[in-house]
């Protein structure tokens, strides 16, 4: 079973919808459920709740051919809208631990998990927030 936040799968939904007709790769990190308000799950289990924008640290990667954008190893997936394609992992992707694609009309029917493998995974959309983070 995979979990991701409501929010988390609502925005990707959405940045995927933004992009089309291109496609969008977004590196995810996990929570515990532990750190979770409202979930329903044992406190270890991992749960999708981050995004990294592709963008960020984008002009530096540019010219350095480094991406500051995403912390190294903080990352467990990925997502990856196809536009024109079907609800599985392409050639294409890269694949991390999960992939998750979205494709067209990008609603949560049209969102699913895959294992690097891909093998499509139990998704479960947990209705429960990160804790607000604060920049001291």
């Known amino acids: 079973m995979v979990y991701i936040t409501r929010g988390l ?8 919808e933004d992009r089309d007709p291109e496609s969008t790769t977004i ?6 459920a532990s ?11 991992p749960v999708f709740t981050h995004f990294y924008m ?5 002009s530096v990667g540019a010219v350095f051919g480094i991406d500051l954008g995403t912390p190294p190893g903080q990352t467990q997936g990925l997502f990856v809208s196809h536009p ?3 609800l599985s992992i392409s050639e294409r992707d890269d694949l ?6 979205a494709v067209p009309p990008y609603e949560e029917e049209s969102l699913a998990a895959f294992d690097r493998s891909g093998r499509r995974k139990d998704l479960e959309v947990v209705d429960a ?7 001291a």
């Open 35 to 45: 750190d979770l308000d409202e979930a329903d799950l044992p406190p270890e289990t």
């Open 84 to 86: 024109v394609g079907d």
């Open 54 to 58: 592709p963008e960020a640290g984008g």
């Open 96 to 101: 991390a631990e999960v992939v998750f694609v």
């Open 9 to 16: 799968a609502e925005t990707l939904l959405r940045l995927g």
């Open 129 to 135: 927030e990160p804790p607000e983070e604060r920049v």
């Open 27 to 32: 590196r995810l990190s996990v929570s515990p």
